[in-house]
Each structure stands twice: as structure tokens, then as C-alpha cells.
């Protein structure tokens, strides 16, 4: 993980790389995001559980951010959002044949809904990609309910491509949707 610290800013928005005492507030960030998700009636894609609480997504979080490149957008000072990069996708989903860069656990504190964090960090991760020399940047993300989270995406310069599901526990399946942007 590179250890020099990120300047792009976009107002009270700051990104920074993303540290080993970070996994605790990403994961209160997931938590938020859960929580949120909940009051919503949206279990799906996250469950009902605290990120916080589940082994495995503490074991994902902690591998990612200590085999990808974490950021965290800072607003005001107070870390609000999270992404980490990758040179693939998880192992639920194929690799492509050319290099690329794939976003990993993309979440936000609800407190900052509409703050633009999101789209910062998006932002960030697209010239991260175009500074290592690579065209090709992949995310994947829930696709069920109202696609609003597919619809954020495309709204950053994505493009659906091909969807994909993950079978769950019992007779359930999560429905998810791969997106690329060329730059």
C-alpha cells in the first residue's frame, strides 16, 4: 500500500490513503450504511447485520486494505467514505484480459448522503487508474431492488455490462451488475 498521503480535494472533501486504523471507522461506515438499508426494508444486499459484527466482512475489509489501495474521503476533517483498488475483481467474477483496475467495498457514512464523497472517491479512483497507465476501471455492485445503486454508478461515467448472481444461503441469490468505464 503506498504510504504517501493523497491532496485531491474537491471542496470540504478530501481524499487520503486509507490505513490499518482505518478498518474500525470503514467499518462503522458499513454499519451506517446497514443500518440504513434496514429502515429501508432493503436486506438484501447487506443483511441486517453490523458489519461490525460479522466475522467475514471483517476479514474482507481487513485483506482488502491490506492488499489493495484504500482511500478515504474526509469531510470537514471526519472520515465520511471509503473505496479500495484492486488489479481484479473478487473471485466471484472473471478476470478480463487486459490490465485493469477494479473498485472493491465502496461505502459511505449515511450522515454524509449527498455530500458528493461518493463521487470524490469515484473521481479519485478513475485518475489512479489513468496515473498507473491502465484504460480499463470495473466495479460490481447489488442490482436488485430499484437498481438505484447500478443508476449511481452510471451516473459517474459507468457502463452496465454484464450482470452476474451469487448464491447465497438457503435457496436466496444476490443479483449483481458489473460496470466498466474506459478512460
Given at each position: 500500500m503506498e504510504s504517501t498521503e493523497s491532496t485531491e480535494s474537491n471542496g470540504k472533501i478530501r481524499i487520503r490513503d486509507g490505513r490499518a486504523d482505518d478498518i474500525p471507522v470503514v467499518l462503522g461506515m458499513f454499519d451506517s450504511a446497514v443500518e440504513w438499508l434496514v429502515s429501508q426494508?432493503?436486506?438484501?444486499?447487506w443483511g441486517t447485520t453490523p458489519w461490525s459484527a460479522n466475522p467475514k466482512a471483517v476479514a474482507m475489509i481487513t485483506r482488502y486494505f491490506a492488499e489493495g489501495s484504500p482511500y478515504i474521503a474526509e469531510y470537514d476533517g471526519i472520515p465520511a467514505a471509503t473505496l479500495t483498488l484492486t488489479d481484479a475483481p473478487g473471485?466471484?467474477?472473471?478476470?478480463?484480459?487486459?490490465?485493469?483496475?477494479?473498485?472493491?467495498?465502496?461505502?459511505?457514512?449515511?450522515r454524509f448522503k449527498g455530500t458528493g464523497v461518493g463521487a470524490a472517491l469515484l473521481a479519485h479512483a478513475a485518475a489512479e487508474t489513468r496515473r498507473a497507465g491502465i484504460s480499463l476501471l470495473r466495479v460490481d455492485c447489488y442490482a436488485g431492488d430499484d437498481r438505484k445503486l447500478v443508476a449511481f454508478y452510471e451516473s459517474n461515467g459507468f457502463t452496465p455490462t454484464e450482470a452476474f448472481t451469487v448464491a447465497v444461503e438457503g435457496d436466496d441469490s444476490w443479483p449483481g451488475q458489473v460496470l466498466a468505464r474506459r478512460l
Open positions: 426494508g432493503r436486506t438484501r444486499q473471485p466471484y467474477l472473471a478476470p478480463v484480459d487486459e490490465p485493469e483496475r477494479y473498485i472493491h467495498i465502496l461505502a459511505s457514512d449515511r
